[in-house]
């Protein structure tokens, strides 16, 4: 069993590599959005697996001594910028959200621009808190209904694939998107 240990004070310790390995075999290019230091980005490398991370400049700055000559990492900020860059315009098959769609005030203009660098028949796999999570941690702008997530999908052009609850009290949700006409 694979777990990946990172500092993001705002996920546990140890991700459960379950939320997402179902959807790695087949997969070309793997983009990690808020991969803090890259720890799951350089797991995925170590096994064979394209991957990128992007995440804020600031965060990355810790990070960068760790890859020096390894260009995976992507400083942006998501917030500002109008589209996602990717190297080479990469398009990604799986794109991981792990806990971040809480963290952006702009959450609504997210979704369409992750659907931007979705390869055809690519898959987008969210985790984030639901409504049920209170209080709402500092750094945490809203939680979520699933009916709130479907929503944004439609919105982006993305088909709701699976939903699931999270957690011992169901205060996470986990979502899996599919490009609508990326094919």
Not at 106 to 115: C, E, G, N, R, S
Not at 135 to 152: A, D, K, M, N, W
Not at 153 to 177: C, F, I, M, P, Q
Request: one cysteine or more; charged letters at 15%.
């Amino acid at each position: 069993e694979h777990h990946f240990s990172t500092e993001r004070p705002d996920i546990s310790a140890d991700v459960d590599w379950r939320l997402f390995t179902d959807y790695l075999p087949g997969t070309h290019a793997i983009l990690d959005v808020g991969c803090n230091g890259g720890h799951l980005v350089k797991a995925l490398r170590n096994m064979q697996k394209a991957a990128w991370g992007i995440d804020l400049p600031q965060v990355l700055a810790n990070a960068s001594a760790c890859y020096a000559g390894y260009p995976v990492l992507i400083p942006c900020n998501l917030e500002v910028a109008y589209t996602i860059p990717t190297p080479d315009g990469i398009q990604f098959d799986l794109v991981l959200v792990l806990g971040v769609l809480e963290h952006l005030v702009t959450y609504d203009v997210f979704l369409p621009k992750v659907k931007a660098v979705l390869a055809p028949r690519g898959l987008v796999v969210v985790t984030t808190c639901n409504s049920r999570a209170i209080p709402i941690e500092p750094l945490h702008y809203r939680h979520f209904t699933v009916e709130e997530l479907v929503q944004l999908g439609v919105a982006a052009g993305l088909e709701t694939l699976t939903v699931s609850r999270l957690g011992v009290n169901d205060t996470g949700l986990k979502v899996v998107y599919r490009g609508i006409g990326c094919e």
